[in-house]
Structures are given as structure tokens and as C-alpha cells.
């Protein structure tokens, strides 16, 4: 394996967790003194569920990096999605829509663009 197929082989899976991690972060705003300790619990799951559906997909697309560049598009292009939609109901257009668009949708397509070169290079 040249020193660039390693390139392509690691860094979208060391980004991959890099990224989950990231998400996993914005779980924590669910700990406060006032929540009890079933709330917390409850609500560290409902906000982790993107985690754990991202986790099971670099799972699989730790061998199969057609799937992984396929949903980690998928994935940016659907928060992409949303956001709009939000920014399309709730007017006058705010320019701090920008910036998570960049912290979750950019890495998002990075990535999977990333297990597409990698998947093209095997093939």
C-alpha cells in the first residue's frame, strides 16, 4: 500500500470518529442539577441516536467504503436539508445559519467524499 492509499485507507475513519465525538459533545447540554437522573439518562439517548446511527455505519463502512461515502453525504446533504427548511420558516435569514451548516454538514461531506476516493481506488 502506497504512503497516499494510506492517506485515502485513514483519514476519513479517524475523521469519521473525530466528527462522532464532535456530535456526541452537543449530548451533554442535557446534564443540568435540576434534571433527575432518569431525564438525563433519557435525554443523553435521544440526542445520542445521530451518534449511534453514524457509529454503525463507520462500522460497516470500515470495510465497505461505498456505503460510508454514500450515507456520510447522505447525512450532510439531509441536516443541509433541514437547516434551509428552518431558514425558510423562520425569516428574516440569519447569517449564524452559516455556521453550523460549515461545523456539521463540511465534515460530513468531507468524509464520505473521502470513502468515495478510496472506494474508486480499489476498484
Known amino acids: 500500500m502506497t504512503k497516499i492509499n494510506k492517506f485515502i485507507y485513514w483519514t476519513p475513519r479517524i475523521l469519521s470518529i473525530l466528527f462522532i ?26 440526542h445520542n441516536i445521530p451518534v449511534f446511527i453514524l457509529t454503525a455505519i463507520l462500522i460497516i463502512s470500515w470495510k465497505k467504503e461505498i456505503v460510508g461515502g454514500v450515507i456520510f453525504c447522505l447525512a450532510g446533504l439531509l441536516y443541509l436539508v433541514n437547516v434551509v427548511i428552518t431558514i425558510i420558516r423562520t425569516p428574516p435569514f ?8 460549515l461545523l456539521i454538514s463540511g465534515p460530513a461531506f468531507l468524509i464520505g467524499i473521502l470513502f468515495l476516493i478510496g472506494w474508486f481506488q480499489k476498484k
Open 94 to 101: 440569519v447569517w449564524q445559519y452559516i455556521i453550523p451548516i
Open 21 to 46: 465525538l464532535f456530535l456526541a459533545l452537543f449530548s451533554l447540554d442535557v446534564i443540568t442539577p435540576e434534571a433527575s437522573l432518569s431525564e438525563i439518562i433519557i435525554g443523553l439517548f435521544m
